[in-house]
């Protein structure tokens, strides 16, 4: 059922022993929403424990409440739960917990135009970030914000706008941020941590941009890792905006085989949907960021993906 905002806080004001979760794969907003939204009902003396079944980001540790993020949700758990909160993504990505949580009453809030609506309650918001939507959440409530909850939000807000440059950067994201500064974020403390990588991810970069390939006319980049390169690398996060800037490029698209059979797909684009392209493909996402999981090999997984952008491309002639 779609909810409004009030009835958002309402359900979480009403709750007394919470789970929060969020997407596998987890990003800056993934975990950035669920800290500062766990970080805050606590402070409002709930009970509250954060499960995200994946593993996490190390450059997002200097998060105060990183470390109690639970990486396995187990029954016992679950067993006083009021309210499971999932954020930033549908019930569909977040690991078993739709299982372990199979009675529990679940509020689903999020900003992805895929979202498969199946939670109980669900807030859906045109926000540039879930972390944003949270801001709004305590900002309805009138409820203060502590430095802790202010750095976890924006820096989710943070990462899903690119430090407040894409297009889902609106005059009330800045305002979000602003008031974030105010209650204690420290902007630079979260660039530096978000953006500082180990040398050998800089020579991943390298060896990643070897795999460049430029396809429909220049409108499409791709760069495609195999195995044991990816296993090689901690993290990938920010390769695709090494190709994405690429004059003329329309769809950049980064294909990494996670294991041998099972390719992850991120693509990203100046204004063309490719959250269609990546629903076809059996994910989702947003219009200029979208992505999807293919459980084939990479060649595979490299012609379809790059056959299902062509074809949008031109049926949109
Ligand atoms: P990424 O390329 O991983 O940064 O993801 C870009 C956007 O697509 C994010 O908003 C993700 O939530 C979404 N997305 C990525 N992979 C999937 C997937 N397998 N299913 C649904 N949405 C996805
Ligand atoms: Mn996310
Ligand atoms: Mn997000």
């Known amino acids: 059922m779609n909810i409004s905002l009030e009835k958002t806080c309402s359900l979480l004001e009403a709750a007394n022993n919470v789970v929060i979760t969020a997407h596998v794969n987890p990003d800056g907003d993934a975990i950035g929403s669920s800290i500062g ?25 200097f998060l105060h409440g990183y470390d109690r ?38 509020l ?16 859906l918001a045109k926000s540039s970030a879930t972390a944003e939507i949270i801001f709004d959440v305590i900002s309805y409530m009138k409820a203060p914000i502590s ?49 500082e990588k180990p040398l050998e991810i800089v020579k991943g970069q390298i060896e990643a941009l070897s795999t ?12 495609f890792l195999d195995y044991p ?7 990938t996060e920010g390769f695709i905006d090494l190709i994405r800037v690429i004059e003329g490029v329309e769809v950049a698209v980064f294909v990494k085989s996670v294991e041998e059979k099972v390719c992850r797909v991120s693509m990203r684009s100046k204004g063309f949907d490719v959250s269609k392209i990546a629903m076809k493909l059996g994910g989702g996402g947003h219009i200029r960021a979208a992505g999807c999981t293919l459980y084939m090999p990479l060649q595979e997984a490299k012609t379809t993906v790059l056959k299902e952008i062509s074809d949008a491309l031109e049926s949109a002639k």
């Open 229 to 235: 390169l990816t296993s090689s690398l901690e993290s």
């Open 147 to 195: 430095a802790d909850v202010a750095m976890a939000l924006y820096t989710g807000i943070a990462t899903d706008t690119g430090f407040f440059k894409y297009s889902n950067t609106r005059s009330s994201t800045m305002m979000a941020g602003a008031k974030l500064i105010e209650a204690g974020a420290s902007p630079n403390v979260v660039s530096e941590a978000i953006e």
């Open 108 to 123: 689903n809030i999020d900003h992805h135009i895929s979202n498969d609506q199946k939670a109980d309650y669900l807030y």
């Open 37 to 61: 939204l766990g970080t805050f009902l606590e402070e409002q003396g709930k009970n509250v424990k954060i499960v995200i079944c994946d593993k996490l980001p190390r450059n997002l540790s």
């Open 212 to 223: 460049l390939e430029i396809t429909s006319n220049g409108r499409v980049a791709g760069m």
């Open 69 to 106: 993020i639970q990486r396995s949700g187990d029954a016992e758990a679950f067993k006083d739960v009021d309210l499971l909160v999932i954020l930033d993504t549908d019930m569909s990505r977040i690991g078993n917990l739709n299982e372990l949580a199979k009675n529990a009453k679940t």
